[in-house]
């Protein structure tokens, strides 16, 4: 699972470093004896199975009077799903002396997932039906997706004197959905970490517990959809000499040279424990770097086909950025524990090259040098009440207009969040019997589009900032940008995104175990109950709320959308 399925973490090979102070641990039994030379054999196959049925009535005239549907219909779907997994590996361990041990993995994994999908529909029917063979119109229709990938990869881990670990690996991959003239993808990975502290030449002070360097690099990918690269065609009339004859033209061009768009990314990290494990840290600088980018090209009409688009590895993104935390035991008491985590991470996000192609979209833009997915317009650089009405107004001459707005769109700034942070507390009360934990989150950098309050101003004419005396001159000037001047930009309503939010509250008990035996005889019962979203928030957002989230394209923005719920959850855990 480090090789392609996720982007992996340098932290992933730290696994070996417990097995081998096991080994060693053993071995110090005897010197003849040598069991860290050793091998482990494993292997899985499951199959994972779903079915779906989906019913649709309309008996005859209990439906709203549109098309034929008032004559009534019954639609039923059969969907089955199925995903085959299939993973096996071997590891070798050995002592190769006694400053320096190995560990070999190889191992292969194939995955097959299948969508196959049957429908029937029946239309008009009589009175009292409620079958698809009681309609006067039978239809039918029939889907199929499959998509197999199989995997195999080789990974070497070497430690020395238990400071030093070193990893190297391999994997190999093929997709059912590469293009014909694509076979397979390598995804390499190299790792290292160090034990600074436990060197000899290093100064370690008594507050210092164990300091740890640790660098990576590796790549990953993402798989083409399951049909991308395929031609398709469909039936037409051909017009010759003698007359109408069937023909085909293409519906999708296809792609034989498709390939998986590919992630690499280097990572470099220090990690650090202080005061007897009562304070750790990390922190962590990431440079990640995708290419061939799976884009849909447009095509150009000239090609006389009835495909528009065509998926190709086009372009390049960069998201690069620092992850910290820090956590803090304040308090270490048998009464009374307190402690404290802080996280946070930094992200910077740009679209290197589109592959020669123009910018793609309008208010939401894919522009080469700006960050996916960003906000476009046309922005307000100024209003004046000039007249001193208190009213803002636009007109036609510039120089009694009371808006200025820019000639062309500009970027206004980033859809999703540069910035998240979060802080988690937790108390133990009663010699630990009950644990109290909460946490806030913070996220912001970006701009949210209150989509909501620019449809009520440009087309309901019921918001503030038309129909209020007492509405700012601000909030007057994007509503006159939006409803009169010739830009019609809803730049001002992309706002500040940034919030705080008190995200959950939980309470967690131990129920004494003399209890839980005369409750159920058993060995042990956890009570747990939580709260998540309680509803307490900080933020500039004039909208419902910075979570309310529908879309626009890729990017969240909000449109008649509900902030997010609160959630109550309580859990029993027996143990016996």
């Known amino acids: 699972t480090l090789f392609g399925w996720r982007q992996f973490t340098p932290r992933d090979i730290f696994q070996s470093e417990y097995n081998q102070s096991i080994n060693r641990m053993i071995s110090s039994i005897g010197s003849n004896y040598r069991p860290t030379d050793w091998l482990a054999v494993r292997g899985n196959f499951g199959l994972d199975y779903l079915n779906r049925v989906d019913t649709q009535l309309c008996r005859f005239q209990n439906c709203p009077d549109i098309g034929t549907d008032r004559q009534g219909y019954k639609r039923d779907n059969r969907t089955s799903f199925y995903t085959y997994t299939l993973d096996a590996g071997a590891t070798a361990t050995k002592s190769l002396s006694q400053s320096i041990e190995s560990k070999t993995t190889v191992g292969v994994q194939m995955y097959r997932t299948l969508f196959d999908r049957n429908g029937a529909t029946g239309l008009v029917l009589p009175p009292g039906a409620t079958t698809v063979t009681a309609g006067a119109t039978a239809l039918a229709d029939e889907s199929t997706s499959?998509?197999?990938?199989?995997?195999?990869?080789?990974?070497?881990?070497?430690?020395?004197?238990?400071?030093?670990?070193?990893?190297?690996?391999?994997?190999?991959?093929?997709?059912?959905?590469?293009?014909?003239?694509?076979?397979?993808?390598?995804?390499?990975?190299?790792?290292?970490?160090?034990?600074?502290?436990?060197?000899?030449?290093?100064?370690?002070?008594?507050?210092?517990?164990?300091?740890?360097?640790?660098?990576?690099?590796?790549?990953?990918?993402?798989?083409?959809?399951?049909?991308?690269?395929?031609?398709?065609?469909?039936?037409?009339?051909?017009?010759?000499?003698?007359?109408?004859?069937?023909?085909?033209?293409?519906?999708?061009?296809?792609n034989k040279n498709l390939r998986p768009e590919r992630s690499t990314e280097t990572e470099i990290g220090l990690d650090g424990t202080y005061w007897n494990a009562r304070i750790n840290t990390e922190i962590t600088y990431y440079n990640k770097l995708s290419k061939d980018a799976l884009v849909s090209k447009v095509l150009p009409p000239s090609l006389g086909t009835g495909a528009t688009v065509r998926l190709e590895n086009l372009g390049s993104v960069r998201n690069r950025g620092i992850e910290a935390l820090i956590s803090a035991q304040l308090i270490q008491r048998q009464a009374l524990g307190l402690d404290v985590t802080l996280n946070g991470a930094v992200n910077d996000n740009e679209l290197i090259s589109l592959g020669g192609q123009p910018s793609i979209g309008t208010t939401q833009q894919q522009r080469q040098g700006y960050p996916l997915y960003g906000w476009w317009s046309r922005q307000l650089t100024g209003f004046e009440d000039k007249n001193g009405n208190g009213i803002i107004e636009y007109n036609a001459s510039q120089a009694l207009s009371e808006i200025t707005v820019t000639d062309t769109s500009v970027f206004i700034g980033y859809s999703m969040p540069k910035v998240e942070l979060g802080f988690t507390t937790g108390i133990d009360l009663f010699n630990k019997a009950l644990r109290v934990t909460a946490l806030v989150d913070y996220k912001g950098g970006h701009k949210i589009y209150n989509n909501t309050e620019r449809i009520r101003c440009a087309s309901r004419l019921n918001c503030s900032g038309l129909l209020n005396t007492a509405a700012s001159l601000e909030e007057q000037a994007r509503v006159v940008m939006v409803r009169e001047h010739p830009s019609r930009s809803v730049a001002g309503y992309f706002e500040d995104g940034d919030y705080l939010r008190f995200r959950e509250l939980s309470a967690t008990y131990q129920v004494p175990a003399r209890l839980a035996t005369r409750l159920f005889r058993g060995r042990s019962l956890t009570a747990t109950a939580s709260v998540r979203n309680l509803g307490i928030l900080w933020t500039k957002y004039t909208g419902v709320d910075p979570e309310a989230f529908g879309s626009t394209g890729d990017a969240p923005s909000e449109f008649q959308a509900f902030g997010p719920p609160t959630y109550f959850a309580f859990r029993f855990t027996f143990g016996f």
């Open 146 to 254: 499959e998509s197999r990938t199989l995997g195999a990869f080789v990974e070497q881990n070497i430690g020395f004197n238990d400071r030093l670990f070193l990893t190297a690996a391999l994997r190999s991959d093929r997709n059912s959905a590469f293009g014909a003239n694509f076979k397979t993808v390598f995804y390499p990975k190299v790792a290292a970490s160090w034990v600074l502290s436990q060197e000899s030449f290093f100064p370690k002070p008594q507050w210092l517990d164990q300091l740890r360097l640790r660098s990576a690099y590796g790549a990953s990918g993402v798989q083409p959809g399951t049909i991308d690269a395929v031609q398709y065609y469909s039936a037409t009339a051909g017009r010759q000499e003698s007359g109408d004859v069937p023909a085909l033209v293409y519906s999708t061009l296809g």
